[in-house]
Each structure stands twice: as structure tokens, then as C-alpha cells.
Nanobody, 115 residues
Framework: VQLVESGGGLVQSGGSLRLSCAAS????????MSWYRQGPGKERELVAA????????NYADSVKGRFTISRDNAKNTVSLQMNRLKPEDTAVYYC?????????WGQGTQVTVSS
């Protein structure tokens, strides 16, 4: 299983970024995918999740209405569209899946939101 995130960067408050995670090594469409983040001095937290078929999504209260998770099962990718970014969204963002009871994480991508 391999997960590779991309799309992070520096953005001003109120701006947008789109993160992508390319997955390989497993039957992508059969597994839920999640985005987590870990801010400076904070614990890692769930941001958003999407079911294998894409029909169910879940969001942290702090990002509802601003972030959208989506997936393309033909391309084995999951994305996180982040709008109206705030300085408190600054974190390393990780893509994650769980397969056969084992969590697999990407290496993370840094998102920095300046005020």
C-alpha cells in the first residue's frame, strides 16, 4: 500500500488549496479514505472521510461547509478541496486508509495559511 499526497503550500487567509492523494497497492474502490491533519503542538485529527463508493462523507465540525472530500476510483485518487482557509487550518495533512485492520498513512503535505 502506498499513499502519496500533493498540493500543499502557502496560502493567505480566505484562499483555497486542493490536496490530492494517489493510492496504489490495493483495491482502491473497496476502501474508505480519510484526510487527517496535525497542527503545530496538536494531536492528529480527522478532517474528512469518504466511503469506498463515494456515497458517504463525513467532516470535522471545524471544516464543514469549507472543505470537500472526493474520490476518483478510476484514477485511484482522493482529493480535499479546501476553501475559505483560516490560519488555524495550518497543519501537515495526511491521507489514510485502513486495510485488514492496519492503518496506512502517506508522508503528509504541509499547508500553511497566513493571516
Amino acid at each position: 500500500v502506498q499513499l502519496v499526497e500533493s498540493g500543499g503550500g502557502l496560502v493567505q487567509s480566505g484562499g483555497s488549496l486542493r490536496l490530492s492523494c494517489a493510492a496504489s497497492g490495493f483495491t482502491f474502490s473497496s476502501y474508505a479514505m480519510s484526510w487527517y491533519r496535525q497542527g503545530p503542538g496538536k494531536e492528529r485529527e480527522l478532517v474528512a472521510a469518504i466511503a469506498g463508493g463515494g456515497g458517504f462523507t463525513n467532516y470535522a465540525d471545524s471544516v464543514k461547509g469549507r472543505f470537500t472530500i472526493s474520490r476518483d476510483n478510476a484514477k485511484n485518487t482522493v482529493s480535499l478541496q479546501m476553501n475559505r482557509l483560516k490560519p488555524e487550518d495550518t497543519a501537515v495533512y495526511y491521507c489514510k486508509t485502513r486495510r485488514l485492520g492496519v492503518d496506512y498513512w502517506g508522508q503528509g503535505t504541509q499547508v500553511t495559511v497566513s493571516s
